[in-house]
């Protein structure tokens, strides 16, 4: 009815490192599937954020985290955009909370 401790014994695991590695498989596979589908979509949106953030611009119309819509009339720096929300109304924004540039201002072009 009872295993005995001999029996026991003798069904134990396989030796050798095949089976050290099927064990940690799942675990190798997981991390993989993570870092496709998570990590590394997550670091792609971070770059394009930064690539957009510094190419923020005077007359660029800008929308905040906080839903502020406005125009760039200063770009600071250290990091500011000072950003005019209504006529003669203009707020210093942090440059990383713009989240989207509704409208982009052409370059100047070159006076020769």
């Known amino acids: 009815m009872f295993a ?4 026991a014994q003798a069904a134990g695991a ?3 490192g095949a089976a050290a590695f099927s064990q940690f498989l ?3 596979l997981i991390f993989v599937i993570m870092y496709f589908m998570l990590i590394r979509p997550q670091q792609k949106r971070a770059k394009e954020h930064r690539a957009m953030v510094e190419a ?3 007359g660029d119309q800008v ?3 906080g839903g502020i819509v406005g125009k760039v009339t200063h770009v600071r720096e250290d990091g500011e955009l000072e950003v005019e929300i209504a006529p003669n109304v203009k707020v210093r924004v ?3 909370t713009v989240v989207q540039v509704l ?7 070159n006076a020769g």
């Not at 005995?4 to 029996?7: D, E, K, L, S, Y």
């Open 103 to 109: 409208s982009k201002t052409e370059p100047a072009a």
């Open 63 to 65: 929308v905040t985290q």
């Open 94 to 96: 942090i440059k990383s």
């Open 56 to 58: 923020l611009r005077r």
């Open 26 to 28: 799942p675990l190798i």
């Open 4 to 7: 005995t401790p001999a029996f």
């Open 14 to 16: 396989p030796a050798g």
